[in-house]
């Protein structure tokens, strides 16, 4: 037996710290929520707020992560996590122009704020694991090593904006494939482009689809 320390008096209901790890409770068994830490939070709206006083236009970049998993696996997992959609306002309150997530190998919805682009997940702009066959190896070709089909896929985005308002993004799937970032075939396309207008229906966003690129027109009502 471990002894276990009684919980505190303040521990706030539905609360409980075990083992330095924070439970509450939630809808569902296993769901995993992130708190950001407030000072790091003030720090980071107070350098948003400095930048956009020495900037004309103002993007904010995050390398995240944290997904429905207590471990970072290629788990072909496109959750945004709560506490990713919480900063990216906070930091669109405060001045920023645009916001874009990294870091995850996978994509994540788009979000119109405000009348500013969201981008929670745009996956890798190129993708590269230990040394290359190629070159260890002469007489083999490179390998993509034991990434999943998803990790493979990219996006890059375009905002266009007129008098300083945004009117529409566009979104152009890429293949990071097994040696270089290259235009993806019809068929990859078209299924990034289909899971995009998925993940980004909760935020409200309609994708539509044209010759393999997406196309977010920003209507007034997107824009308060």
Same mark, same amino acid.
């Given at each position: 037996?471990?002894?276990?320390?009684?919980?505190?008096?303040?521990?706030?209901?539905?609360?409980?710290?075990?083992?330095? =790890?924070?439970?509450?409770?939630?809808?569902?068994?296993?769901?995993?929520?992130?708190?950001? %830490?407030? *000072?790091?939070?003030?720090?980071?709206?107070?350098?948003?707020?400095?930048?956009?006083?020495?900037?004309?236009?103002?993007?904010?970049? &995050?390398?995240?992560?944290?997904?429905?998993?207590?471990?970072?696996?290629? /788990?072909?997992?496109?959750?945004?996590?709560?506490?990713?959609?919480?900063?990216?306002?906070?930091? &669109?309150?405060?001045?920023?122009?645009?916001?874009?997530?990294?870091?995850?190998? =996978?994509?994540?919805?788009?979000?119109?704020?405000?009348?500013?682009?969201?981008?929670?997940?745009? /996956?890798?702009?190129?993708?590269? @694991?230990?040394?290359?066959?190629?070159?260890?190896?002469?007489?083999?070709?490179? /390998?993509?090593? %034991?990434?999943? %089909? %998803?990790?493979?896929?990219?996006?890059?985005? *375009?905002?266009?904006?007129?008098?300083?308002?945004?009117?529409?993004?566009?979104?152009?799937?890429?293949?990071?494939?097994?040696?270089? =970032?290259?235009?993806? /075939?019809?068929?990859?396309? @078209?299924?990034?482009?289909?899971?995009?207008?998925?993940?980004?229906?909760?935020?409200?966003?309609?994708?539509? &689809?044209?010759?393999?690129?997406?196309? &977010?027109?920003?209507?007034?009502?997107? =824009?308060?």
């Amino acid at each position: 037996r471990f002894p276990v320390a009684p919980v505190a008096a303040d521990e706030p209901a539905g609360r409980l710290q075990l083992f330095q =790890t924070a439970f509450a409770v939630g809808s569902n068994p296993g769901d995993l929520t992130y708190e950001m %830490d407030p *000072t790091d939070l003030k720090g980071i709206i107070t350098s948003v707020r400095v930048g956009k006083q020495l900037a004309d236009f103002l993007v904010v970049a &995050i390398h995240c992560h944290q997904n429905s998993f207590a471990f970072q696996a290629y /788990s072909q997992d496109h959750h945004t996590p709560d506490f990713l959609i919480e900063l990216a306002h906070q930091v &669109i309150d405060n001045g920023a122009d645009a916001f874009v997530g990294h870091g995850v190998h =996978t994509l994540r919805g788009v979000e119109i704020y405000k009348g500013k682009p969201i981008f929670y997940g745009v /996956s890798s702009f190129f993708y590269h @694991r230990g040394a290359a066959p190629e070159i260890a190896d002469r007489s083999a070709g490179p /390998s993509s090593g %034991d990434l999943v %089909d %998803d990790s493979l896929e990219t996006l890059l985005t *375009t905002s266009r904006f007129e008098n300083g308002k945004l009117v529409e993004v566009r979104l152009y799937p890429a293949d990071l494939g097994q040696d270089r =970032t290259r235009p993806p /075939s019809p068929e990859m396309a @078209r299924r990034v482009l289909e899971r995009l207008q998925t993940l980004s229906k909760q935020f409200g966003t309609t994708v539509s &689809i044209q010759n393999g690129i997406g196309v &977010i027109r920003v209507a007034s009502k997107q =824009t308060n």
